[in-house]
């Protein structure tokens, strides 16, 4: 069984700084990562997510992660925040030989100060 | 497109009743999947379809019930509810269950159950 880690519940960082949201997994088997983004009263957006290839992904709105296969994380980041960044954000993770049941972590509220 | 539309939006039950969340899907996919989100408890899955035709438990099936209609429809029963049910629910799809396949959401049913 895969589970996931979000170490910060809550995260607040000042408009235009860079901010780092940590996710770590574990799981005994490969795996696919994905982070989504809920904005207020909405569905979970995709992000961006890791199938293979660059341990470097680029997502939308300016985020990025990267996979650390020997540290078992996937922390996503953005060098600029922006108001419209405030939401909570999910790590998730999937079983690579084929089932597509996400594991969510608990979520990382980013409150944006201006 | 609307994509992935969830009824009803808010629903308040006394313990012991039964309601029908319901789902629908105009991306033409597969598999579909409904989630529960609790807080500090990230998302959790309930049930899914596969595909038309079949329907599978997930991590939290207990007191729930689903049906999939057709390719569009999924819906998710609760035939005596449960003030521990109470929660925000979740429809999602995807073009099928391989992994690397993005789980599209719908916004969500808030249930309360007193």
């Known amino acids: 069984a895969q589970s996931v880690t979000q170490l910060d519940s809550q995260v607040p960082v000042f408009e235009e700084a860079p901010v780092e949201l940590r996710c770590n997994y574990s799981?005994?088997?490969?795996?696919?990562l994905f982070w989504y983004v809920q904005y207020p009263n909405q569905g979970l957006q995709l992000l961006l997510k890791?199938?293979?290839?660059?341990?470097l992904v680029k997502g939308i709105n300016g985020f990025e992660a990267e996979f650390n296969k020997s540290q078992t994380s996937f922390h996503l980041r953005k060098p600029s925040v922006h108001i419209s960044d405030t939401a909570e954000y999910f790590c998730?993770?999937?079983?690579?030989?084929?089932?597509?049941?996400?594991?969510f972590g608990t979520g990382t509220r980013l409150t944006v100060i201006p | 497109n609307a994509g992935v539309t969830q009824t009803p939006k808010f629903q308040v039950l006394k313990t012991g009743q039964s309601m029908t969340l319901q789902c629908a899907q105009d991306?033409?996919?597969?598999?579909m999947y409904w989630y529960r989100q609790d807080p500090g408890m990230g998302l959790r899955l309930i049930y899914y379809?596969?595909?038309?035709?079949?329907?599978d438990k997930g991590e939290v099936p207990n007191g729930y019930n689903v049906s999939r209609l057709n390719k569009r429809e999924f819906s998710l029963r609760l035939e005596s509810a449960a003030p521990s049910q109470t929660s925000v629910y979740f429809c999602?799809?995807?073009?099928?269950?391989?992994?690397?396949?993005?789980?599209?959401f719908g916004p969500g049913t808030r249930l309360t159950v007193t």
């Open positions: 998730a993770v999937s079983d690579r030989s084929g089932a597509n049941n996400l594991f």
């Open positions: 991306m033409n996919h597969n598999s």
């Open positions: 799981s005994s088997v490969s795996v696919y």
């Open positions: 890791y199938l293979s290839g660059s341990t």
């Open positions: 379809s596969a595909s038309e035709g079949t329907t």
């Open positions: 999602a799809s995807s073009v099928s269950r391989v992994a690397d396949y993005e789980q599209y």
